[in-house]
């Protein structure tokens, strides 16, 4: 079974620029989670999606970041325009259920200069 | 609001050794608990986990007792190898907070040789 994949692995953006992340969950799995993890802290909760729907998005700084996931599968997170605090991994997850586990992505991590 | 507090490291043990986590939480139900795993260059991975008190997770020789009248989930694992250095995030899911995953900070652990 394919796990959960992200893109890019990596970025570096200037201040101010807009970026764009890409996550495609595991086939089937209904929820599905953006995390952002600071260095040093754990992963903290930015949004999350019931099949196309939004169930969370209390912690996400709705002024620069939104997400969408138009048609229940692949989700796109974006930031515009970035700041150096956005520095950070960037992580997809995704869950058959949201009371089942959730199986993570290995991240993207943004450079923010 | 649900929160999770686990001991900062990092965790410096020699191979063989003991080794104990200390991770406690707030909610205000009766959530699930977690403990993933961040090893080096990868993503994070379910370790264990235990839905209800006094219920233990174990798996790869760790384990772990949902005490709820402490509200704590330590992480114990009897003789640590050196493939154990990694991150270890305890989190909770409570079902009154949408099924949220919420993590701890993360203890960082190395295991020398």
């Known amino acids: 079974e394919a796990g959960v994949a992200q893109s890019p692995r990596y970025k570096i953006i200037e201040k101010r620029q807009s970026v764009a992340f890409w996550c495609n969950p595991i086939s089937g799995h209904a929820t599905l989670y953006w995390y952002q993890q600071i260095l040093g802290q754990g992963p903290k909760l930015l949004i999350q999606f019931q099949n196309n729907g939004v169930v969370d998005d209390s912690q996400l700084p709705k002024d620069r970041f939104s997400a969408e996931r138009l048609k229940g599968v692949d989700s796109t997170l974006k930031i515009q325009p970035a700041k150096l605090e956005d520095s950070a991994v960037y992580l997809c997850a995704s869950s058959s259920d949201s009371n089942t586990e959730a199986f993570f992505g290995q991240g993207t991590r943004l450079t923010v200069v | 609001g649900d929160s999770v507090t686990q001991m900062e490291g990092p965790v410096t043990l020699s191979e063989e050794a003991f080794l104990t986590i200390n991770c406690t939480y707030t909610?205000?139900?009766?959530?699930?608990l977690f403990w993933y795993v961040q090893y080096p260059g990868e993503g994070l991975q379910l370790l264990l986990k235990a839905t209800k008190a006094d219920d233990k997770g174990s798996n790869k020789g760790f384990e772990a007792t949902y005490r709820k009248e402490t509200t704590s989930f330590h992480l114990e694992k009897g003789s640590v190898q050196v493939s154990d250095s990694a991150v270890y995030f305890c989190?909770?899911?409570?079902?009154?907070?949408?099924?949220?995953?919420?993590f701890g900070g993360g203890t960082r652990v190395l295991v020398k040789p």
């Open positions: 909610a205000t139900g009766y959530p699930s």
């Open positions: 989190a909770l899911r409570e079902g009154a907070a949408g099924n949220k995953l919420t």
